[in-house]
């Protein structure tokens, strides 16, 4: 089940008032590159991707954590019926859908770290978990980066960038590409589009 774009919405606005942050941006700018993409595939639902890139980090209401809003994010979408965004949450950072890649601090519980690896291999990858985890790569808080740009920031930042992931979403743009007919950078309106 999908919320509605106006409960998706007020589910964001609700979270930002809990835990102000860039991550709100961001997460508008992933959805915007969402829409703008799925609108040019066949078979995809420009509306459903929006929602989806929407709310892919709605498990940073519950705080500053790093694979914690993995977990935070899947259990509070179950718990609300929205099992389609419950999965988007699970596997935006996981695209081999393993926590091996994973990029930041380990800060879970056994027991939700065990939720997460659980999940993960239950999961039934789409394109639209493909699409989120490629717009998740695109999306900074101000507007649309260069991934591989993005992809060095984050090595920057964290020390390392698994060479696996970072073939995963070069494979993702060009996947894409071919799927919505053009250059995603243009698609998404890199150069002009900013979150308002």
């Not at 890649?101 to 639209?128: C, H, P, W």
Request: proline content about 3%; glycine content about 6%; aromatic content about 10%.
């Amino acid at each position: 089940m999908l919320p509605t774009l106006e409960i998706a919405e007020d589910l964001l606005n609700e979270a930002l008032q809990c835990n102000p942050g860039p991550w709100g941006n961001h997460s508008r700018v992933t959805a915007h590159c969402a829409k703008s993409i799925a609108a040019r595939c066949e078979n995809m639902d420009e509306n459903k991707a929006y929602i989806l890139g929407l709310l892919h980090d709605i498990g940073r209401k519950f705080g500053t954590r790093h694979l914690g809003h993995v977990s935070d994010g899947y259990s509070y979408m179950e718990s609300l019926g929205y099992d389609e965004v419950a999965q988007i949450c699970l596997t935006h950072s996981f695209h081999n859908q393993s926590t091996d890649e994973y990029i930041g601090k380990f800060d879970t519980s056994e027991a939700e770290t065990a939720l997460i690896n659980r999940s993960l291999k239950n999961v039934q990858m789409t394109d639209y978990d493909r699409l989120i985890q490629l717009c998740d790569a695109l999306a900074g808080s101000e507007g649309v980066l260069d991934i591989e740009e993005r992809m060095l920031d984050v090595k920057k930042r964290y020390g390392c960038y698994p060479q696996s992931k970072w073939d995963s979403n070069i494979y993702l743009k060009k996947y894409f590409e071919n799927k919505a007919n053009g250059n995603i950078y243009e698609i998404v309106k890199k150069d002009t589009y900013r979150p308002h």
